[in-house]
């Protein structure tokens, strides 16, 4: 009833919020990407998206579509790689962003390591400043983190989204005093776009809180010190949107590779894009 070609190009299409990006990561005409989404709406019997000129948003029925999607890929890539007969080994040095801590990337993880249990997996966890930093230097094979801003088209786009000021319940930021700011070190990307915009706006700030890790800024942020940037799909519990601040545009999440990436650098890579819904859910 539900071909996976089609499912995987709905997948693609939730997880980049655009037909055209959907296309471009897909390899096929735009053309193709509508046709195989109004086909599988056929099957459903249900509108999957909601698209305009302007934005394409998932519907109830879009949503809960996900998770079918994803088990069923997950079921055809677990039987193509028990009758190819493939093995993946060798070392496979993955850096994530400090943004996926509180996500379910460890289930993704999981699942790749009972899929190729002989890649020896070695995980980073770091800003995203610091992963492409060091992917360039060659210290890592694989990178899932934040695009470094407007323009910046390196790797696979895995994910769009909003960034948002996100602070503790009942926070309000007052106008006639600087804001207060919970924020990562540089070269964090989220900081560098925080202090961009209040300085575009002609905001007073003052640093309320560093820390290098992302529990460290969800503890300052629930204890109230101030305002942190966030993903808008990725915000932790506890915390909630705070207004009153100029908006801080989107944020794109990209799979990098290094120049001599391995064939399992390209399974966890595949493994990633068909798990992107989960990574804006918290364990």
Do not use: N
Request: glycine letters at 10%.
């Amino acid at each position: 009833m539900y071909d996976p070609v089609q499912l995987r190009t709905f997948l693609t299409v939730a997880q980049t919020l655009s037909f055209t990006q959907a296309a471009g990561r897909l390899g096929v005409r735009q053309s193709t990407v509508s046709q195989h989404v109004r086909r599988l709406e056929e099957a459903t019997g249900r509108p999957l998206f909601l698209r305009d000129t302007h934005r394409v948003e998932l519907t109830e029925d879009g949503e809960a579509l996900l998770g079918f999607a994803r088990t069923i890929l997950e079921a055809h890539e677990r039987a193509a790689a028990f009758f190819t007969g493939t093995r993946l080994r060798g070392r496979l040095r993955f850096g994530a962003s400090e943004d996926f801590v509180l996500s379910r990337l460890p289930e993704i993880l999981e699942g790749f390591r009972h899929e190729h249990p002989e890649v020896d997996l070695e995980l980073s966890v770091e800003l995203s400043g610091t992963l492409h930093e060091r992917l360039d230097a060659g210290r890592l094979d694989l990178v899932l983190a934040k695009r470094r801003g407007p323009g910046d088209e390196r790797g696979r786009l895995v994910w769009r989204d909003r960034m948002v000021w996100i602070g503790a319940e009942g926070l309000r930021v007052d106008p006639e005093r600087p804001v207060p700011l919970i924020v990562f070190p540089p070269p964090g990307i989220t900081r560098a776009r925080a202090l961009e915009v209040l300085e575009r706006d002609g905001r007073a700030w003052r640093i309320a809180c560093t820390s290098g890790s992302l529990s460290g800024l969800v503890a300052a942020a629930r204890a109230g010190l101030g305002v942190m940037a966030h993903t808008r799909g990725l915000i932790p519990p506890g915390l909630v949107r705070v207004g009153g601040l100029p908006e801080l545009g989107p944020v794109e999440f990209a799979l990098l590779r290094g120049p001599r990436a391995s064939h399992a650098a390209e399974a966890l890579a595949a493994a990633v894009l068909s798990g992107a819904d989960r990574l804006t859910r918290t364990g």
